[in-house]
């Protein structure tokens, strides 16, 4: 799946607890490769499950100030 194929939900509320790094960056408004970097700094909040790398969503919408 593309991340340009990932819709924004209306409300970031409604967001799961956790997403995907891609799904990030379509609600940062930034590429994806930007995202993967920002993790990497730790400008991002993620964690690792296996090989999968997930980004909590209340550190992200406090991130975004809602």
Known sequence: MSYESLEV???LDSLPLTISVEHA???LGVSR???YRAATAGQLVTF???RK???P???LVRMLGR
Do not use: C, N, Q, Y
């Open 48 to 50: 690792r499950v296996g």
């Open 9 to 11: 939900p209306m409300a």
């Open 57 to 59: 969503t209340a550190p």
């Open 33 to 35: 490769s930007a995202a």
């Open 25 to 27: 960056a379509v609600l």
């Open 53 to 55: 790398l997930l980004v």
